[in-house]
C-alpha cells in the first residue's frame, strides 16, 4: 500500500482530520488541503521536549515525547497531534485527529503510515 492511499484510507474512515509529511528540515513535502504546519517549529518544541506546542493557533500539552514520536492534546477538547518518525526516510508524520478518538490507538495508525515512506 502506498503512503497516499493509506493516508487517504485515514481520514475517510475518520481516524485522523488532517496529516502532514515534514521533513527533518522542516520542509512539507505533502498535507491535507485543510492543514497548514510549521514543520520547523514542530521540530524545535519536538526536540526540547517541550510542554505544548502551537498548531493553527491551537495549544496542545505534550503527553509523551520520545525521539520515534510526540503526542500531545488540548485541554480544551480541541483534538490531539499524533507524530511518528519515518524509519526509512529522514522526516515524520504529524496528524490531527478528534478528541474522540483514542490517540495511543491513532499513534498505532500514524506509526504504521510512517512506515510506508521510503526515500526517493
Request: charged letters at 15%; one cysteine or more.
Amino acid at each position: 500500500m502506498s503512503f497516499e492511499t493509506e493516508a487517504a484510507r485515514l481520514q475517510k474512515n475518520g481516524v485522523v482530520g488532517a496529516l502532514a509529511l515534514v521533513g527533518a528540515d522542516g520542509k512539507i513535502y505533502w498535507t491535507t488541503q485543510n492543514w497548514q504546519v510549521d514543520g520547523v517549529t514542530i521540530i524545535e518544541a519536538w526536540t526540547k521536549k517541550a510542554p505544548w506546542i502551537i498548531v493553527q493557533g491551537v495549544k496542545y500539552s505534550t503527553i509523551d515525547a520520545t525521539n520515534s514520536r510526540l503526542v500531545c492534546t488540548n485541554v480544551q477538547q480541541q483534538g490531539h497531534i499524533v507524530i511518528a518518525k519515518t524509519p526509512f526516510w529522514q522526516g515524520f508524520i504529524m496528524a490531527w485527529c478528534s478528541p474522540a478518538n483514542p490517540v495511543r490507538m491513532v499513534y498505532v495508525d500514524i506509526a504504521k503510515l510512517a512506515g510506508t515512506v521510503k526515500p526517493g
